[in-house]
């Protein structure tokens, strides 16, 4: 067979791969269209007796990046203590927003300024809901694309971490599992470097302060090998100075919540940051799902409608604006 002729077949098996994923498979496209100013907002099915009021967090006055003058000379390993198993359901009860960062978290942060990573930078890392379009791209269009309301606060978190927000990573494409994060084979041939993963990829163009790992939705048929395989995606981010914060999912497509529960007890084991998302879309209408119970309902990042806020999108884009503050305020400042 001639070696074109290989590359095409591969071509093909990939996108039967991605193709037959849920989590991006039928989702409608997002209306990323602005209104005019002081145009009516279609309301769309809503409950008005039900309300959306994530907690607020804390600001701090933004500092500029300053690359490091020299080689960093990195511990092999970090300080690890050892921590109580987390109870199979204790994750639903677990807050929404991370609390103040752990050692550990210190620890990473202080390995990547040794590496030259950002502090003003983010990665996503996952599937179709990390991919740009769909999460948090509005943050650096303007602000004709999103309004904060009572959040104002956090337009600082905004014009901290200008330019990540609509960046497309690398390590983000509809389909992908945590094993596609980890193959070399899903990695971008034009931008990644030959035998690079996407994850390192992403890392290594970026050169983030944390990244939000957005996995699980794609391997509610993979649950055996989930677990594994998202360990080596944390292990791999801490070694490369990149905090990682882990993120639930709304969806249950495994019946048994056993894909959140794996993420939740990860989170704890490694003493790293959890964005418990699950536990924010509860108590919207239909659990912020769609009728296919995978894919998140959408309504525009206008958050001085509390109305927006009954859907799982904005909500999902709050909360990702409320632990970056978290983490800006409280890592030390470069």
């Known amino acids: 067979m001639k070696p074109?002729?290989?590359?095409?077949?591969?071509?093909?098996?990939?996108?039967?791969?991605?193709?037959?994923?849920?989590?991006?498979?039928?989702a409608p496209a997002p209306n990323l269209t602005p209104e005019a100013p002081g145009s009516a907002r279609p309301e769309?099915?809503?409950?008005?007796?039900?309300?959306?009021?994530?907690?607020?967090?804390?600001?701090?006055?933004?500092?500029?990046?300053?690359?490091?003058?020299?080689?960093?000379?990195?511990?092999?390993?970090?300080?690890?203590?050892?921590?109580?198993?987390?109870?199979?359901?204790?994750?639903?009860?677990?807050?929404?927003i991370p609390g103040e960062p752990s050692q550990i978290v210190l620890e990473i942060?202080?390995?990547?300024?040794?590496?030259?990573?950002?502090?003003?930078?983010?990665?996503?890392?996952?599937?179709?809901?990390?991919v740009a379009s769909w999460f948090l791209k509005d943050f650096d269009l303007g602000e004709r694309y999103y309004n904060l309301g009572e959040y104002a606060s956090l337009q600082s978190v905004i014009d901290y971490y200008k330019g990540s927000f609509e960046r497309e990573s690398l390590a983000a494409k509809a389909g992908f599992t945590a094993a596609s994060a980890l193959s070399a084979l899903w990695a971008d041939p034009y931008?990644?470097?030959?035998?690079?993963?996407?994850?390192?990829?992403?890392?290594?163009v970026n050169k983030p302060v944390m990244a939000?790992?957005?996995?699980?939705?794609?391997?509610?048929?993979?649950?055996?090998?989930?677990?594994?395989?998202?360990?080596?995606?944390?292990?791999?981010?801490?070694?490369l100075g990149v905090i990682?914060?882990?993120?639930?999912?709304?969806?249950?497509l495994e019946g048994d919540n056993s894909l959140n529960a794996t993420i939740a007890a990860i989170a704890n084991e490694y003493n790293v940051p959890l964005w418990n998302y699950w536990a924010a879309v509860q108590s919207l209408p239909n659990a912020g799902l769609q009728e296919d119970k995978a894919h998140l309902t959408w309504a525009p990042n206008l958050f001085d409608?509390?109305?927006?806020?009954?859907?799982?999108?904005?909500?999902?884009?709050?909360n990702a604006l409320q632990t970056l503050e978290l983490l800006m305020t409280t890592l030390p400042t470069p």
């Open 191 to 204: 931008k990644c470097e030959k035998g690079e993963t996407p994850l390192e990829c992403e890392y290594r």
């Open 44 to 96: 769309g099915s809503l409950r008005d007796t039900q309300s959306a009021t994530p907690a607020l967090l804390w600001t701090r006055t933004p500092t500029a990046f300053r690359p490091p003058t020299e080689t960093p000379t990195i511990t092999p390993t970090l300080t690890a203590t050892p921590r109580p198993t987390l109870a199979p359901d204790a994750w639903m009860n677990l807050p929404v």
């Open 4 to 26: 074109n002729h290989t590359r095409t077949l591969t071509a093909l098996g990939a996108l039967i791969l991605l193709l037959i994923q849920v989590s991006c498979a039928a």
């Open 109 to 130: 942060f202080a390995r990547g300024q040794e590496l030259g990573n950002n502090p003003r930078a983010f990665s996503k890392i996952g599937d179709c809901e990390a």
């Open 212 to 239: 939000f790992i957005i996995l699980g939705t794609n391997d509610y048929n993979h649950r055996a090998t989930f677990e594994p395989n998202l360990r080596k995606v944390v292990e791999r981010s801490i070694e």
């Open 244 to 252: 990682p914060v882990l993120v639930t999912k709304a969806d249950n």
């Open 305 to 318: 409608d509390p109305k927006n806020l009954l859907f799982a999108w904005p909500v999902r884009n709050l």
